[in-house]
């Protein structure tokens, strides 16, 4: 099992900035890719940036170039960078971490941006 929490969620003007937590808790030695989704209202959850097991990363293109993946192994806790907000960042930011047992969710966190 695999545990995570997500904080850093919160409300910000078009152009700010936030950066996300994400922390890991359990068979974290396990874990083969972990990253971020969210999930915007009436719409699919989607990929926003993940790290796979041997460090490849991939992002959405509609995040390239603003946020940045990545992790402290000592801390067992990846981040997402956020900059350059847009509204259409809106979402519910749930942090995903994957293993061969099964795909483990965070509870989400709020990310509103103001026009």
């Known amino acids: 099992q695999v545990q995570l929490v997500e904080s850093g969620g919160g409300l910000v003007q078009a152009g700010g900035s936030l950066r996300l937590s994400c922390a890991a808790s359990g068979s974290t030695f396990s874990v083969t890719a972990i990253g971020w989704y969210r999930q915007a209202p009436g719409k699919q959850r989607e990929l926003v940036a993940k790290i796979g097991s041997i460090g490849g990363i991939n992002y959405a293109d509609s995040v390239k170039g603003r946020f940045t993946i990545s992790r402290d192994n000592a801390k067992n806790t990846v981040y997402l960078q956020m900059n350059s907000l847009k509204p259409e960042d809106t979402a519910v930011y749930y942090c995903?971490?994957?293993?061969?047992?099964?795909?483990?969710w965070g509870q989400g966190t709020q990310v509103t941006v103001s026009s």
């Open positions: 995903n971490a994957v293993n061969a047992l099964g795909t483990y």
